[in-house]
């Protein structure tokens, strides 16, 4: 059965230094998959390049059979692909419903209000707060939720867990296998290793804009030599 997410011979450029050659993933429906490196090997690249932020690219990618290379920014959420940035990107002078309510629903099976904030009990509690009095934590629940509104099917994560509390970071652990279990297909970018490491079904592993190997979660006891030498963990 083809995967959900294929992705073949993708290189990418900025301007002209090129910063992926030929990066190939799979993702299947309801998978979790994190893609794992140090910083500046092309982990959030090959996010922003999949999604389509990057145009100057090459190669193939594929959304339930459907070729997205040639499709617009503007009209890949409608194919059921959706990216939470790490900068989060939420809209500051708004209120967290103001904020909830302002994407387009692209496909069916989009989450309510109701659902959100069973979700995210933090933004029931400030969904009157703007973006501006909302910590970190909260911030990066909004951009997820806001998201999920929209009804995608694949989302794209870079960085969640990024300088938040370890509090914070195993409630967004537990959102993800909640989403999961309602048969989410997750990309996840993750400096975290045991964060990771606990949501992950498979792992990818990334180095000099190409992924060098990819391995399920049982293996990575098997790994620990391959992810020292690659990640110094």
Not at 112 to 131: A, C, K, M, Q
């Amino acid at each position: 059965m083809a995967a959900l997410l294929e992705v073949s011979g993708l290189e990418a450029w900025y301007g002209e230094s090129q910063a992926l050659y030929g990066v190939d993933l799979h993702v299947n429906e309801g998978e979790m998959i994190t893609i794992l490196g140090r910083n500046g090997v092309g982990k959030t690249t090959t996010l922003r390049t999949i999604m389509g932020i990057i145009r100057k690219r090459k190669g193939t990618i594929k959304l339930g059979g459907k070729d997205l290379m040639s499709v617009p920014l503007h009209r890949t959420a409608r194919y059921g692909m959706g990216f939470v940035p790490e900068e989060r990107g939420i809209f500051a002078t708004l209120t967290v419903e103001e904020n909830l309510k302002l994407p387009p629903v692209v496909a069916s099976g989009g989450m309510s209000l109701d659902e959100i904030y069973e979700l995210f009990p933090n933004l029931l509690e400030r969904r009157n707060s703007p973006g501006t009095k909302l910590s970190g934590g909260e911030q990066q629940m909004l951009a997820m939720a806001r998201i999920l509104r929209t009804g995608v099917k694949v989302l794209l994560l870079d960085e969640p867990t990024e300088g938040l509390a370890p509090v914070i970071v195993q409630r967004i652990g537990e959102v993800l296998l909640k989403l999961k279990e309602r048969g989410m297909t997750v990309v996840l970018v993750e400096q975290n290793f045991r964060f990771a490491r606990k949501i992950a079904d498979r792992f990818y592993l990334m180095d000099h804009g190409q992924m060098v190997s990819d391995f399920p979660v049982h293996e990575l006891s098997d790994r620990m030599d391959e992810l020292n030498k690659v990640l110094g963990v």
